[in-house]
C-alpha cells in the first residue's frame, strides 16, 4: 500500500511540473511508451513488463531540475548553438571533459551539455545491459528518451529558450505541451523498427542540429499569425479580462490561436514527437546490441510475462495503427 501510495503522490506531482515544462507529460510519456513497441521482440516483451516505470519516469530528469534546482541537471536538458561558436555543431568538443577545459563549468551550466549528456547515458545504459542490472537498465532507459526527447525541441537547441529575444514569451511551453496535449490523440506515432546506430556522438549532435534549423520557423510563425489580433484573440483571458498565466507565469494561448497555429506549423509538432519515438527506440537498441543481446527474457518472473501477454498483443496492434494507449500493463509491483 505504501508504495501506491508514493506512486500516486509521485505521479501527481509530475504533472504539475511536465505540463509546463519539456514535452509535457503528454509528450515525453507518449514518445517513451511508443518505443517500447518499435523494439525488437527480444526486447519488447521486458521493456513492456515495465512500461507503467519507464512512461512516469520519462518526467523525472524535469521533476529533479525544477524541484531540486540541480544545476548540473539543468544545464543536460538544453544546448545554446549560438553561444559555441562559428560552425556551433561542427567546433564541440568531442568530450565533456574537453568542452569543460575550453569553455569552464560556469559557461556550460548557463549554455547547455546535451550533446555530450546523451552519449555519457548511453555508456552507462550499455554497462546495464552487459552486467544484466534491471533496474539500471530501466532506469538509464526512461531517462535517456527523456533527453532525446529535448533534443527534438527546437528551443532546446537555441539560446531563444522561451522567445524572451524575440517578444515571444510562453511559446516554449506552448508549442512542447499546450498544442501536443490539445492534438496528439490525432498524431500518427507508428515509426518502424529500430535502426541500429554506428556512431552515437555523431547521431546526437545529427538530431541536434536538425532540431535547431527548426527553432526559426516555429518562432516566425508565431510572429506572422500574430500580427494585427487581439490579445483576446492569441490569449486565454481570465475572469477579469486579463491573459491568463500559467504556474509558472507564462501566458496561455486561446484555443481559437492554438488551432490556428497548429495549423500553420503544418505537422511540425507530430513530426518530432515522431522522430523522438524513432530515436528513442534506436539508442535502447543500439546500446542492447553493444551490450552483446544479453537474455532479457529471465530478468522477470515468468508469471508478470504471461499476464502481460494479450496486452502487449493489444497494444502492439494498436501502436502499428498509429495510437499508443497509456493504460498501464499488469505491473510487477
Request: aromatic share 12%.
Amino acid at each position: 500500500m505504501r508504495t501506491k501510495k508514493s506512486f500516486l503522490l509521485l505521479s501527481l506531482l509530475v504533472g504539475s511540473i511536465s505540463l509546463v515544462y519539456a514535452w509535457g507529460a503528454w509528450g515525453h510519456q507518449h514518445i517513451n511508451r511508443a518505443a517500447i513497441f518499435a523494439l525488437p521482440a527480444e526486447m519488447r516483451v521486458f521493456f513492456f513488463n515495465h512500461a507503467d516505470f519507464l512512461t512516469q519516469e520519462s518526467d523525472m530528469p524535469d521533476v529533479r531540475k525544477h524541484l531540486y534546482h540541480d544545476r548540473d541537471e539543468s544545464a543536460r536538458h538544453f544546448i545554446n548553438l549560438e553561444e559555441y561558436g562559428p560552425g556551433m555543431m561542427d567546433s564541440l568538443p568531442l568530450t565533456l571533459q574537453d568542452a569543460t577545459a575550453k569553455f569552464g563549468t560556469p559557461f556550460l551550466q548557463k549554455n547547455g551539455t546535451l550533446p555530450w549528456f546523451i552519449p555519457m547515458l548511453m555508456d552507462s545504459l550499455t554497462k546495464a545491459f552487459r552486467e544484466r542490472r534491471k533496474l539500471d537498465i530501466l532506469f538509464l532507459s526512461a531517462n535517456l528518451g527523456h533527453y532525446i526527447g529535448d533534443a527534438h525541441m527546437p528551443l532546446h537547441t537555441s539560446v531563444n529558450h522561451d522567445g524572451l529575444k524575440t517578444g515571444q514569451r510562453g511559446i516554449h511551453g506552448f508549442w512542447e505541451g499546450q498544442i501536443p496535449e490539445m492534438f496528439g490523440d490525432g498524431y500518427n506515432l507508428y515509426t518502424g523498427t529500430p535502426k541500429y546506430i554506428d556512431d552515437i556522438t555523431r547521431e546526437t549532435r545529427r538530431m541536434i542540429a536538425a532540431t535547431y534549423l527548426l527553432a526559426d520557423s516555429m518562432l516566425l510563425i508565431d510572429r506572422r499569425l500574430k500580427e494585427g489580433l487581439p490579445e483576446n484573440k492569441i490569449y486565454k483571458l481570465d475572469a477579469e479580462g486579463h491573459i491568463a498565466k500559467s504556474f509558472y507565469g507564462d501566458p496561455v494561448h486561446s484555443k481559437e490561436y492554438a488551432i490556428k497555429y497548429h495549423a500553420a506549423l503544418n505537422g511540425m509538432v507530430e513530426r518530432q514527437l515522431r522522430a523522438a519515438i524513432r530515436e528513442t527506440a534506436s539508442f535502447w537498441y543500439t546500446a542492447w546490441v553493444n551490450a552483446g543481446k544479453p537474455d532479457l527474457g529471465n530478468l522477470d518472473p515468468k508469471a508478470l510475462t504471461q499476464r502481460n501477454q494479450s496486452a502487449l498483443a493489444r497494444d502492439l496492434r494498436r501502436w502499428k495503427q498509429g495510437k499508443v494507449d497509456m493504460i498501464n500493463p499488469d505491473p510487477e509491483y
